[in-house]
T-cell receptor, first 109, second 114 residues
Framework: GIQVEQSPPDLILQEGANSTLRCNFSDSVNNLQWFHQNPWGQLINLFYIPSGTKQNGRLSATTVATERYSLLYISSSQTTDSGVYFCAVERWRDDKIIFGKGTRLHILP | GEEVAQTPKHLVRGEGQKAKLYCAPIKGHSYVFWYQQVLKNEFKFLISFQNENVFDETGMPKERFSAKCLPNSPCSLEIQATKLEDSAVYFC????????????FGDGTRLSIL
């Protein structure tokens, strides 16, 4: 089956720093989503980005489908950005999502 | 509604008891998915429905797990004779019947087996 690898597994940054999270996937996908799981366990949908670039405030994401990777950028980090960031892919329409193991981000005040 | 609603938020059961979890998908969404998150990071797909029909059940443990999505009722996931290893957060997601739409997740049900 398709493999989804995220890096780095853990990241500790000072408030105000920028970060780049990476997601590699082993096969063509129909869909890619980035999620933030906050300390309360809620899964927040950040981006739906099967290809191209999107921006939402301090966050942006780029997916290069032909090279099978996606990047999530967080600028000017805040303590509320702490949590686990998951990349998840869908091989074809209406298929189940396959999650990576996540990047745990800890922003220090 | 506009959100996927999962109940209860937290469920505690003794080993061997039955557990039943509920999910109300977003109104108008045709697809419902159940996922199990163990060890904080690892997600496992369990089952999906297209309306009331099972779409993909390749992730469902065969013996103790069952699920339904009946018309005009919340979907349900039932675990018979629970084991300690069933302790996890169970997420439900829904998506509309159209291409290029994301899955929307509920807040999950935390199942604790004692």
């Amino acid at each position: 089956g398709i493999q989804v690898e995220q890096s780095p597994p853990d990241l500790i940054l000072q408030e105000g720093a920028n970060s780049t999270l990476r997601c590699n996937f082993s096969d063509s996908v129909n869909n890619l989503q980035w999620f933030h799981q906050n300390p309360w366990g809620q899964l927040i949908n950040l981006f739906y980005i099967p290809s191209g670039t999107k921006q939402n405030g301090r966050l942006s994401a780029t997916t290069v489908a032909t090279e099978r990777y996606s990047l999530l950028y967080i600028s000017s980090s805040q303590t509320t950005d702490s949590g686990v960031y998951f990349c998840a892919v869908e091989r074809w329409r209406d298929d189940k999502i396959i999650f990576g193991k996540g990047t745990r981000l800890h922003i220090l005040p | 509604g506009e959100e996927v609603a999962q109940t209860p938020k937290h469920l505690v059961r003794g080993e061997g008891q039955k557990a039943k979890l509920y999910c109300a998908p977003i109104k108008g969404h045709s697809y419902v998915f159940w996922y199990q998150q163990v060890l904080k990071n690892e997600f496992k797909f369990l089952i999906s429905f297209q309306n009331e029909n099972v779409f993909d059940e390749t992730g469902m443990p065969k013996e103790r797990f069952s699920a339904k999505c009946l018309p005009n009722s919340p979907c349900s996931l039932e675990i018979q004779a629970t084991k300690l290893e069933d302790s996890a957060v169970y997420f439900c997601a829904s998506s509309p019947d159209s291409q290029y739409q994301p899955q929307h997740f509920g807040d999950g049900t935390r199942l604790s087996i004692l």
